[in-house]
Nanobody
Framework: QVQLVESGGGLVQAGGSLRLSCAASRGTFTPYAMGWFRQPPGKEREFVAAISRNGGSTRYADSVKGRFTISRDNAKNTVTLQMNSLQPEDTAVYYC?????????????????WGQGTQVTVSS
C-alpha cells in the first residue's frame, strides 16, 4: 500500500508554468505505474499523463501533449508533472495516482491509490 501527497499547485497566468510533485508519505512507488489526473470545475475527473514503473514508457492526453511532461525518480519516491504553456482550460484539481500494473493505463478505474489533490488555477 502507498499513500500519495501532491504539491506544487497554485495560481499562474496563461502561458506560465507549474511543476507538480507527488511523494509517497508511506510505502514506495517502485511497484506502481503512476498517473496524473485532473478534475476541472463541474466536470468529471480525466486522464492527464502516466508513466511506467521504470519510467521507460509514458502516455499523455491529447490536450496536454507537447506541453506537459511526466517523470519519476524511484530513488526519491517522487513523480513530477512539468506543465508549460498553461491555459485557463487547464484549471482543475490535479490528482496523483498509483496503479499496481505493468501496463500504463489511462482509465481511472485502473488506479488503486489516490492522493488528495492539488489546485491549479490558470488566469487569462
Amino acid at each position: 500500500q502507498v499513500q500519495l501527497v501532491e504539491s506544487g499547485g497554485g495560481l499562474v497566468q496563461a502561458g506560465g508554468s507549474l511543476r507538480l510533485s507527488c511523494a509517497a508519505s508511506r510505502g514506495t512507488f517502485t511497484p506502481y505505474a503512476m498517473g496524473w489526473f485532473r478534475q476541472p470545475p463541474g466536470k468529471e475527473r480525466e486522464f492527464v499523463a502516466a508513466i511506467s514503473r521504470n519510467g521507460g514508457s509514458t502516455r499523455y492526453a491529447d490536450s496536454v501533449k507537447g506541453r506537459f511532461t511526466i517523470s519519476r525518480d524511484n530513488a526519491k519516491n517522487t513523480v513530477t508533472l512539468q506543465m508549460n504553456s498553461l491555459q485557463p482550460e487547464d484549471t482543475a484539481v490535479y490528482y496523483c495516482a498509483a496503479d499496481a500494473s505493468v501496463v500504463v493505463h489511462t482509465t481511472l478505474r485502473s488506479y488503486d491509490y489516490w492522493g488528495q489533490g492539488t489546485q491549479v488555477t490558470v488566469s487569462s
